[in-house]
């Protein structure tokens, strides 16, 4: 049994007002899927953002002007809520993953009773597949993918896995095929490569069935490895940021073999293709990577803690991330901080609830949506949990055994264009923090929380149970002010406590993320 406690009463998003929006309308038969998700990818670090990257990207960029770029699409600040947010269609608070990522050694997963995309896809006939990072749980059987609606899987189970010989940092192996490890498959092979291989493979062999591909690519997180045939394309560069460059290409290098097999196959016409990153570009893939444990960078300092490292004593991104030079003086007015990659032209990085962390790079790609729509942005409000619901109706299915949602059915949105939205707010986190905070503890000591409401963005350094405290509230127009340099709190404190009700809504519907182990224990065997 599940703890009554530990299921909403309601859902805050899509019960009040979601089905109230109108449905899309029939737009033949149900294409196939294809869902792609980029890891660590900076907003910068993608061509088809027009933010001035340095990487080549002709495979998504040639997608992207083809479809409908989303201006405006936001996830979570780190990778395992994003991933669980996107294939749930809630939002992680209401399962406490709303602090950290699924480490390797934890004892727990994503909830057994959340229901996935890929279920209610194969449900309604669909063959699916995961390709790639899971990052979702591995403590149990009934938490790997096979078990949450996946029939086919190829990758690793976690983060920071070596891309050659697959391995995690203590050398074990982090390579399954179809949920059992496989010692020598694919090693010595770049996972870009492989991935992309297996995604034409995929494509090719149910070219006459309903399919949905979660492509879940490993690339851009941490390490910094890339191969040689990717890092000759960029002579004019060095050090972190001709690596991560190398990256990125590929990565859409794999983008390129998923679309080729889509033409050869006849099946570009009848393919839906959601591209995304989980997360903005991080500031310490170097430090991680190299795992110098404590480093002071710029007025940030991270600090060990254990063998853990967490940022201390910043309520801000260094001053100048919204525009060059980015505050890296070292590495020139690129705006790729260490690591290599840019988040330009918002501040903050993975893990921040700042715009650099949190509004992704993003675009769908569609033949009907092409038509009405190809080649403009979508100033819209997104997040990852609509995927789900707009999905699974557009494939003829029914999200009925899953748990209340919070996304929406985002079709019509798209369809019209402009910006138009069902929704009008993104809670973009509350982590559970200060003393009242129990389990998981966040990686970052800064801000801990943040709600978008329209135009209007809130930043809290913790708004969790007793500690609502709004007297470092941080208040930004995002229209007038994207890279969030002006800070209006003190000249509109009538707003603040308008979006700390509306986030305070949110705040009620958490919980702790110890919680999770509840949730494991009683549903878990």
Not at 215 to 232: G, I, R, T, Y
Not at 358 to 375: K, M
Not at 508 to 514: N, S
Request: charged share 20%; proline share 6%; glycine share 10%.
């Amino acid at each position: 049994p599940v703890p009554t406690a530990l299921i909403p009463d309601d859902a805050v998003g899509s019960t009040s007002r979601a089905h109230l929006y109108a449905g899309h309308p029939d737009h033949g038969d149900p294409p196939s899927i294809a869902l792609v998700v980029a890891d660590d990818l900076g907003y910068a670090d993608a061509g088809f953002t027009g933010a001035g990257g340095v990487a080549a990207t002709p495979h998504l960029d040639a997608l992207a002007s083809a479809g409908v770029r989303l201006d405006r699409h936001y996830v979570q600040p780190i990778c395992s809520p994003t991933r669980a947010a996107l294939l749930t269609g809630r939002h992680v608070l209401r399962y406490g993953l709303q602090n950290a990522v699924i480490w390797p050694s934890a004892a727990w997963s994503l909830p057994r009773n959340e229901t996935l995309m890929a279920e209610h896809l194969r449900a309604a006939g669909y063959r699916t597949a995961i390709l790639g990072k899971w990052h979702l749980g591995m403590h149990a059987s009934w938490a790997l993918p096979r078990a949450r609606g996946f029939d086919e899987q190829l990758g690793m189970y976690t983060g920071t896995v070596d891309y050659f010989r697959h391995t995690t940092r203590d050398g074990a192996v982090d390579w399954h095929y179809n949920d059992s490890r496989v010692e020598t498959r694919d090693n010595g092979t770049y996972s870009s490569v492989v991935l992309g291989a297996a995604a034409a493979d995929f494509v090719a062999r149910n070219a006459r069935r309903k399919w949905f591909l979660y492509l879940a690519m490993q690339s851009v997180h941490h390490p910094l490895h890339a191969p040689e045939e990717c890092l000759a394309r960029y002579p004019q560069l060095s050090g972190e940021v001709r690596a991560r460059a190398a990256m990125v290409s590929a990565l859409d290098d794999a983008v390129g073999e998923l679309t080729a097999a889509l033409e050869r196959s006849g099946q570009a016409e009848r393919t839906l293709v959601l591209f995304l990153s989980d997360n903005g570009a991080p500031y310490i893939d170097a430090v991680f990577d190299h795992d110098e444990g404590a480093s002071s960078l710029l007025d940030l300092e991270l600090v060990a803690v254990g063998s853990r490292s967490i940022w201390k004593g910043a309520r801000r991104p260094p001053p100048g991330v919204g525009s060059p030079p980015h505050g890296v003086a070292e590495l020139g007015d690129t705006g790729h901080a260490a690591g290599g990659g840019s988040n330009y032209p918002y501040s903050g990085w993975k893990h921040w609830v700042f715009e650099g962390g949190v509004r992704s790079a993003a675009f769908v790609w569609w033949a009907p949506l092409n038509r009405a729509r190809g080649g403009s942005s979508h100033g819209g409000l997104f997040h990852a949990v609509d995927w789900m619901p707009t999905l699974v109706k557009l494939a003829g299915g029914s999200t009925a055994t899953s748990l209340p949602l919070d996304g929406y059915d985002v079709l019509p949105a798209l369809m019209e264009g402009g910006a138009a939205s069902p929704r009008d707010e993104v809670p973009v986190n509350i982590a559970a923090c200060g003393p009242d905070a129990h389990g998981t503890r966040s990686i970052i000591d800064g801000p801990q929380a943040a709600i978008v409401v329209g135009e209007l963005k809130l930043v809290v350094d913790c708004f969790w149970r007793s500690q609502r405290d709004l007297t470092r509230a941080q208040l930004f127009n995002l229209t007038a002010d994207a890279a969030e340099a002006h800070d209006l709190a003190g000249r509109r404190q009538d707003d603040v406590r308008r979006l700390a009700e509306r986030l305070a809504a949110w705040e009620a519907k958490a919980v702790d993320p110890y919680e999770l182990y509840a949730i494991d224990a009683s549903c878990g065997k």
